[in-house]
């Protein structure tokens, strides 16, 4: 089975060994969170034999996903969150439904 670990930390850099050592098949990180740094951890997560991908809160532009989609290394997942992060029991956000239409 594919399993993708969705990182909510501040620096994602850290845990990139530990979950390809563990065995995830993909790793997920915040671009809100990895704007300087973004192409060395994409680089370094497939190092370790997994898939990049990259989420975006409600309020971040969906342009801003865009330099990681075509990337000479891109990630390989775009995870669009339809939620604001951290809280429990928020109504889906139906408005987030024109960022996954934008491709």
Request: net charge negative; hydrophobic share 40%; charged share 25%.
């Amino acid at each position: 089975a594919y399993l993708d670990c969705h990182l909510m930390v501040t620096n994602p850099s850290d845990y990139v060994e530990a979950f390809g050592k563990a065995g995830a098949s993909g790793f997920t990180f915040h671009i809100e969170v990895a704007r300087d740094n973004w192409k060395e951890l994409i680089q370094n997560i497939k190092a370790k034999g997994m898939r990049p991908g990259v989420s975006l809160k409600p309020g971040t532009p969906v342009e801003d996903v865009f330099p990681l989609v075509e990337a000479e290394t891109p990630v390989e997942l775009v995870l669009v969150m339809t939620v604001e992060p951290g809280f429990g029991g928020q109504k889906f956000m139906p408005e987030m439904m024109d960022k996954v239409c934008v491709r």
